[in-house]
């Protein structure tokens, strides 16, 4: 039997994070991973060696914002192994079925001119809209890095331009009464209220919605976030794919002897008096931890489907219960379209230009198109009569995705997990079958080839994957790949319980992180890094404790002197 201090049941992106900052600490660590490669939603694969050779997809995540957020990549020192980011601009492009279109670029000035051109008005209140947004990031970034539970934590990461930012929002009186108002509203609310046109509004809510919920959703207006991230940090890419920070984490991670095991598929938590030991793998290969297990898989499938009832329960009585019925999933997900090119897609309606293909291309016609796309999938209904979508060119940004001259494409289309009056057929009775998920891919390819006709005639080959499919290949429960919903009473302290919420458990020596825990999903790499900081104070409470507060009153000391 082998044994560890540390056993982590998956080696997405977080658990390879949080395996990292734990093998510096000094903690000997194994990762265990159900498929054959590492890296969960992050993959960059040849996912048609046959039809395409040489072709490498995004299998899922593709555009990275969040991680720049945080210091992630600078602590890892990842670029010593191999990471490299490619920044985009022009970062989006929608074009509008008038002959008009939005074209964002990282800049907010340039992107105001682009706008300017349409409408002046329209293009004042994006500054606006963009300097809202970024001084509340600025603010609320420090809450992200930290525990929840951690006030040090929190405290240790602001400065005085962070608080400076965060008062400005906040503000007294009447400010924040509107920062509230604003935070309970919808993202089409606060559009409606600053914009006149379609062409803004539409792919600023596709933007929004990609938190997994139609625009007019109360207390999420916060989606409306995502455009101005795209202006900073910026929306960068790994040169050779998403894969390429796997690859980066699993090298940092291997140099200091860390051990990753593919093709092991956690069945159970082993847990004796009380107390998480190991996890046993199917097959029947037992692991062992001296100090914890850490689960990067969502919580409802570790409590509820890898530990026995009894033990759950012995620990507090009421979980099994809350996870069941607390936890809101909608059925919005993913059905997925990878496509081998023979030549890059063309706009020629639309001033076409190579550029606009660097960033993401939005096809999103009108909010209420957005708003149905994302209702009839909660539903259980296809939205493919007028389908909205999230296209990506990969190969523009970096051509070593592709052989020389062709070019992959990335489709991201809102659909239903369980299809309504499909119960029990299809897989795992959610009514998806292979022909049905290759008429919608048709119908996704017939929309696009309605902007830009050459598509049809440059595929080689297409990979088309199901909200099931996607869901078994990352484990996701029922279709989400942000484990639990994206909303506001789902998020920091709510996240996935009040008593999960700090990555700890009921249960002794077992923790959580991954998409289903604070920040929540995306490329970020926050909640392996916030993991793994619970877990070292776990161990040596008070000497932790006492280092926390020292690094946070130097930081603070030394940014008062920065200023003065």
Do not use: C, I, M, W
């Given at each position: 039997m082998q044994t560890y201090d540390v056993v982590i049941i998956g080696a997405g992106h977080n658990g390879l994070v949080c395996a990292a900052y734990l093998l510096k600490a000094g903690y000997s660590v194994l990762l265990l991973e159900k498929r054959s490669v590492p890296g969960g939603a992050a993959t960059t694969e040849e996912a048609l060696p046959q039809e395409a050779p040489g072709f490498k997809f995004n299998l899922c995540a593709i555009d990275h914002e969040f991680i720049h957020l945080g210091p992630v990549v600078e602590e890892l020192e990842l670029t010593k192994y191999g990471l490299e980011y490619l920044y985009c601009d022009p970062v989006v492009f929608c074009p509008h079925p008038d002959g008009k279109y939005f074209l964002g670029h990282k800049s907010v000035e340039k992107t105001c001119a682009e706008i300017a051109r349409y409408?002046?008005?329209?293009?004042?209140?994006?500054?606006?809209?963009?300097?809202f947004w970024q001084r509340l990031l600025k603010g609320i970034i420090p809450i992200f890095n930290a525990p929840p539970k951690s006030v040090i934590d929190i405290i240790g990461n602001y400065d005085l331009p962070k608080l400076k930012d965060l008062f400005s929002v906040v503000g007294l009186s009447n400010k924040t009464l509107d920062l509230i108002r604003t935070m309970l509203s919808s993202a089409e609310d606060m559009l409606n209220e600053l914009y006149d046109s379609e062409f803004v509004k539409a792919p600023l809510a596709r933007l929004a919605s990609e938190l997994g919920a139609p625009p007019s959703q109360k207390n999420l207006s916060i989606g409306a976030i995502m455009m101005a991230m795209r202006h900073h940090p910026g929306m960068a890419r790994p040169r050779g794919g998403t894969g390429a920070l796997i690859q980066a984490l699993l090298n940092l991670v291997q140099s200091l002897g860390g051990k990753i095991l593919t093709d092991q598929h956690v069945e159970k938590v082993l847990i004796d008096d009380g107390r998480a030991v190991g996890v046993r793998v199917a097959g029947g290969t037992e692991y062992r931890a001296n100090r914890g297990v850490i689960s990067n898989i969502d919580a409802k499938r570790l409590f509820l489907h890898a530990i026995d009832s009894s033990d759950v329960d012995a620990a507090d009585p009421n979980l099994r219960e809350r996870l069941e019925r607390r936890i809101v999933n909608n059925n919005d997900s993913i059905l997925k379209v990878d496509c081998a090119l023979s030549e890059p897609l063309r706009f020629e309606r639309y001033e076409h230009r190579d550029e606009y293909l660097i960033g993401s291309v939005l096809i999103a016609d009108s909010v209420t198109q957005v708003e149905m796309g994302h209702h009839d999938s909660m539903i259980g209904k296809i939205p493919d009569s007028d389908p909205t979508m999230y296209v990506v060119m990969p190969t523009m940004l970096d051509p070593s995705m592709a052989p020389e001259g062709k070019h992959t494409l990335w489709i991201e289309f809102f659909a239903p997990y369980q299809i309504e009056g499909s119960e029990g057929t299809g897989l795992h009775g959610t009514g998806w079958t292979d022909d049905l998920?290759?008429?919608?891919?048709?119908?996704l390819i017939d929309k696009l080839a309605e902007y830009a006709p050459n598509v049809k005639n440059s595929i080689i080959a297409r990979r088309v994957e199901?909200?099931?499919?996607?869901?078994?290949?990352?484990?996701?429960?029922?279709?989400?790949?942000?484990?639990i919903d994206m909303s506001l009473e789902q998020m920091i302290l709510f996240r996935p319980l009040p008593e999960?919420?700090?990555y700890e458990t009921p249960i002794s020596g077992l923790y959580l992180t991954g998409a289903g825990t604070h920040p929540g999903g995306s490329i970020s790499g926050m909640p392996g890094r916030n993991c793994a900081r619970v877990f070292l104070r776990s161990q040596?409470?008070?000497?932790?404790?006492?280092?926390d507060v020292g690094n946070s009153v130097k930081s603070t000391i030394e940014d008062?002197?920065?200023k003065s």
């Open positions: 409408n002046s008005r329209d293009a004042e209140k994006y500054a606006e809209f963009v300097d998920k290759e008429k919608v891919a048709d119908r199901s909200p099931a499919e996607l869901s078994d290949r990352l484990g996701a429960f029922k279709g989400n790949h942000y484990h999960l919420a700090n040596q409470p008070l000497v932790q404790t006492l280092k008062v002197f920065k």
